[in-house]
C-alpha cells in the first residue's frame, strides 16, 4: 500500500516537529516555508512540561542544551540605569520548579527542522496559492513548484497562516490583535551580560536585552492603540518601534540604533486566534494558526505538544483523517485553554498599562528581590 502524503505549511517549530513524527508512522511529509531559509531573529522560548518529553523521545535534549540561553536572573533596571530588583530564575528550571530548556526560537527551529529532513521533503521559497479538496485527497497548487496531490494538508503557518486563510476564511474573523505588539533581534557582538535577562519599563512599554550563548536578543514589547505597519515592511516598522520609545531613558537611545541597522527583524503584533474548530475535510490547523499564544515563548511548547499529538492519531488513524483531526484537537484544546486565559495576567505583569500599575509591580519586584537575596 502507497505510503498517505501530507503537505506541512511552515518550517518554523510544529512543522518540523509533526514531519519527523509522521515519517515515523509511514507518511510522506512535505515542508513548505514562505520564507528562503530559517531566520535568526526571534524572542528566547522554552521546551517544557510536554514538549520536553517530545523533545527526548526524539534524542534532541543535547542539541537543546548545547544552543540553551545562560540567564540565571532577571535585573530591573530604573531610566537612569540603576538596578533596583533582582529575581534569581533557576538553571533549567522555570519559576514553578519544573524541569525546562530556554533557547533562542531560531536556534530551537533549527535543531527541529534538522531533525526531520532526512525523512522530510523541505521547500523553501514558496507559498500554497490554492487548496482543492475532494473525497479522495486534496490538490495544492504552489507558487514556485508544480501543482501536487496530498492525502492532507496541515497549515502550521503561524498566525498570518495562508493554509486559514484559503480554507477557513479572512484573518478578521479569528484573529484578535491584544492591543501590543512584539519587535525582536539579535545584537552583535559578546554578550556583555551572560547570566541576566535586563529590563527596562515605562508606563505601556518594556525593553529586554536576553543573553544567549554567543550573542544577545533585543525585544522590544509595547502597547499601541494604532495600527501597525505591515511586517514584511522592516525600514516601516523600525520607524514604528522607534516613536513608540520616544523619550525613554535607560539604554533605549542606543539600542534603538542597533534595531535600526539590524539584518534581520521579527516584528508582530501580540495576537490571539480562535475559532470553532482546527479542521476542515482533508486540512488540519497547528500551533499559532489554530490558537496564538504570541507573548513570551509560551506557544513553542504547546507547538510541539501538538505536533506530537496530530502524528499520534494521523499514525493510528491513516485511512481516516476526520477521526485523527478530532482526537488531537480534543486532547490539544485541553493544553491551550488554561493558558489563552491567563494571557491578560502575563501581560500585565510584564508590560503594565499605567503608572500606577507599574508601580505596584516594582514594589512586588523589590520586595521579593530583597526576600530571595536575604534568604539563607
Known amino acids: 500500500m502507497t505510503s498517505p502524503r501530507v503537505l506541512i505549511s511552515g518550517a518554523g517549530v510544529a512543522g518540523p516537529t509533526l514531519a519527523y513524527w509522521l515519517a515515523r508512522h509511514g507518511w510522506r511529509p512535505t515542508l513548505i516555508e514562505r520564507a528562503s531559509g530559517l531566520r535568526s531573529s526571534g524572542n528566547p522560548v522554552d521546551v517544557r512540561g510536554p514538549a520536553l518529553t517530545v523533545a527526548e523521545k526524539m534524542g534532541l535534549v543535547p542539541a537543546l542544551q548545547d544552543v540553551a540561553t545562560t540567564a540565571r536572573s532577571m535585573g530591573f533596571y530604573d531610566r537612569a540605569g540603576h538596578r533596583f530588583a533582582r529575581v534569581p530564575t533557576p538553571a533549567g528550571r522555570s519559576a514553578a520548579g519544573t524541569p525546562e530548556i530556554e533557547l533562542p526560537r531560531s536556534d530551537l527551529a533549527r535543531v527541529l527542522l534538522q531533525a526531520a529532513s532526512d525523512a522530510a ?131 533605549v537611545p542606543e539600542l534603538l540604533e542597533q534595531l535600526h541597522a539590524a539584518p534581520d527583524l521579527y516584528f508582530d503584533a501580540v495576537s490571539r486566534v480562535q475559532l ?45 483523517h476526520a477521526l485523527a483531526f478530532e482526537r488531537y484537537e480534543a486532547a490539544h484544546r485541553s493544553r491551550v485553554a488554561p493558558k489563552l486565559r491567563n494571557f491578560g495576567l502575563v501581560a500585565s505583569l510584564l508590560v503594565p498599562r499605567s503608572r500606577p500599575g507599574l508601580t505596584v509591580r516594582d514594589l512586588a519586584l523589590r520586595l521579593l528581590s530583597r526576600g530571595r537575596n536575604s534568604g539563607p
Open 121 to 251: 521533503e523541505v521547500l523553501f521559497d514558496d507559498t500554497i496559492t490554492t487548496l482543492q479538496q475532494d473525497a479522495g485527497g486534496v490538490d495544492v497548487t504552489l507558487g514556485r513548484h508544480a501543482p501536487r496531490r496530498f492525502d492532507v494538508v496541515i497549515g502550521a503557518d503561524g498566525l498570518h497562516s495562508a493554509v486559514r486563510r484559503l480554507v477557513f476564511g479572512p484573518d478578521g474573523t479569528f484573529v484578535r490583535h491584544m492591543g501590543m505588539y512584539v519587535a525582536t533581534t539579535v545584537l552583535p557582538g559578546p554578550v556583555q551580560s551572560p547570566g541576566d535577562v535586563l529590563m527596562h519599563n515605562t508606563p505601556g512599554r518594556l525593553v529586554a536585552v536576553h543573553p544567549g550563548r554567543d550573542h544577545a536578543m533585543l525585544g522590544f514589547f509595547f502597547r499601541h492603540p494604532a495600527a501597525a505597519p505591515g511586517h514584511r515592511d522592516p525600514e516601516a516598522v523600525k520607524r514604528f518601534v522607534a516613536a513608540a520609545y520616544t523619550g525613554v531613558g535607560w539604554q
Open 276 to 320: 470553532p474548530r482546527w479542521s476542515q475535510g482533508r486540512v488540519a490547523l497547528l500551533g499559532d494558526a489554530a490558537s496564538c499564544l504570541s507573548l513570551f515563548g509560551e506557544g513553542s511548547s504547546l507547538a510541539m505538544a501538538g505536533a506530537y499529538e496530530l502524528a499520534q492519531a494521523l499514525g493510528d488513524s491513516p485511512h481516516d
